[in-house]
């Protein structure tokens, strides 16, 4: 269990904010709770949700469909853009909270190599296998904003809190490599005393 | 033959009556306050009758008459900005003196009553009474016979042909059911096509309108210029899928702002006019649930 006592700032990826914006009456079992808390819990102690440009571009562009076509395929699509016209409406009231903060941040293209390479030596981890069965995939492939959250995380030195095992799976492989700060896994945190 | 030129300077000339101090005004009183809309609709149909043939087609609905191409005309937030041009014969001094300081209600019911008066001959003041008190139960029987008293007073049915009969058109179900089915088959194109929030956007607002279609019971008038203005949102909708090419990628990075503001507009009219449904943006707009 992790917790978060100590973090001043945390950087957060597309889906756990996405997550804290559902509605009570079509909220994501455990999800929205746990992403609702944390938000609660870190503004309660004024630590600072950092968000790069990227993430809410992302979000703005296909991260809610994403998020709805996972939970909620059955909705008929009016009521879907419904739901999304909920979730932009929350997006804006979270963008004003004063310890909200948008950046922007831009990593030049050597840094985006180095991660590259990192992911193309990760084919060769023992563990691989046990990656591509819960990801259901058979390639290695994560997206240009996973990799310059990556860098983010570095830059600010400061932990990324994500759901994403394109993120989580490699976070020790990423410290040993110095190239990440923190990788915090969204599902282990605790916030119980 | 109306113009925007002309709608223009019909606003200059019924600025102090319509209450507005600017363009920046206006615009905002369209964008906002549902009764300055509505008083704007009125005011231009009983401009008819003031010398100004506008060609602006009014159908009857709760809160009478309505053009929907007016109400396309006024929430373009530049309509101000285009030049004015002098409407022949529109005698705006009279114009003045018969809505200035009249309330909603007074337009709302010398509006329907001219409706009538145009359609029905021999139109009395007990009818006038009868008619309005049944759709309209909100508003004081004597604000209906003073309406009725200016009208008569005016004599504006001395020329009977200032009112054009409207042809209905009886083979509205069938463009109906053509037009439903173009709908629906854009909401299963789009609704996974790009996988992203533009795809929600495309497919769920059509979606929505197919829920409307299906459960409008209009009159032939009213359902024609609903069939008109949703034709129209589908033809945008056809040129964002002509442009996309049938690349996701395209489609992802669209800007659909303008398309969903006018399905906004749509829903406004939709929600506000003709009472058919709420808009999504409603709170107490139900979810349709699952299918």
Redesign the interface.
């Known amino acids: 269990m992790i917790r978060l006592e100590n973090e001043t700032q945390v950087i957060y990826d597309a889906n756990v904010i996405i997550y804290s914006l559902f509605p009570e009456k079509y909220k994501i079992p455990l999800l929205t709770a746990l992403a609702k808390d944390l938000n609660n819990f870190l503004f309660n102690q004024e630590s600072t949700i950092m968000v790069p440009h990227f993430i809410i571009c992302e979000i703005e562009r296909k991260g809610y469909y994403k998020v709805i076509d996972d939970y909620f395929k059955d909705l008929r699509p009016s009521s879907r853009f419904q739901l999304m016209i909920k979730l932009r409406h929350n997006f804006e009231n979270l963008k004003k909270h004063e310890n909200f903060s948008q950046e922007y941040y831009q990593p030049c293209e050597k840094l985006l190599e180095s991660i590259d390479n990192a992911f193309i030596d990760f084919n060769n981890l023992d563990n691989i296998d046990e990656y591509f069965m819960r990801k259901h995939t058979d390639v290695l492939n994560p997206s240009i904003e996973d990799k310059k959250l990556i860098l983010f995380s570095k830059d600010k030195e400061c932990p990324i809190i994500s759901n994403d095992l394109d993120l989580t799976f490699f976070h020790e492989e990423l410290l040993k490599r110095n190239l990440v700060h923190q990788i915090i896994d969204f599902k282990s945190i605790n916030l119980n005393s | 033959m109306s113009t925007i030129g002309h709608f223009v300077y019909f606003i200059t000339c019924v600025k102090d009556s319509l209450s507005f101090r600017d363009a920046e005004d206006f615009t905002e009183k369209i964008r906002n306050d549902f009764d300055f809309r509505l008083k704007v609709q009125k005011f231009v149909y009983i401009a008819k009758y003031f010398g100004w043939k506008h060609s602006y087609k009014y159908s009857l609905y709760i809160r009478g008459p309505y053009s929907s191409t007016l109400a396309d005309e006024y929430y373009n937030e530049d309509i101000l900005k285009y030049s004015p041009l002098e409407i022949d014969g529109f005698d705006s001094i009279s114009f003045n003196d018969f809505v200035d300081g009249k309330t909603i209600h007074y337009l709302e019911s010398a509006s329907t009553i001219l409706y009538y008066m145009g359609s029905e001959k021999n139109f009395t003041r007990s009818d006038a009474i009868e008619k309005l008190q049944m759709i309209k139960p909100h508003i004081d029987s004597e604000i209906v016979c003073n309406a009725y008293d200016d009208i008569i007073r005016l004599n504006f049915f001395r020329n009977n042909n200032l009112y054009e009969i409207i042809v209905i058109d009886d083979n509205l179900d069938n463009e109906k059911e053509i037009l439903l089915k173009q709908i629906n088959d854009y909401?299963d194109y789009f609704?996974d096509f790009g996988?992203?929030?533009n795809?929600?956007?495309v497919?769920?607002?059509?979606?929505?309108l197919s829920?409307v279609l299906e459960n409008e019971t209009l009159d032939l008038q009213m359902k024609k210029d609903l069939l008109e203005l949703l034709s129209n949102y589908v033809l945008d909708v056809k040129k964002i899928y002509d442009l996309c090419d049938d690349n996701p990628k395209v489609f992802?990075?669209m800007n659909l702002n303008s398309l969903e503001n006018k399905f906004n507009r749509i829903q406004d009219y939709i929600s506000q006019e003709l009472g058919i449904s709420l808009r999504?943006?409603d709170s107490e707009?139900e979810?349709?649930?699952?299918?």
Not at chain 2, 203 to 208: H, K, P, Q, R, V
Not at chain 2, 287 to 291: E, L, N, Q, S
């Open positions: 909401v609704a996988q992203c929030n795809s929600i956007i497919s769920g607002s059509l979606d929505y829920m992802e990075y999504l943006y707009f979810f349709a649930g699952c299918d």
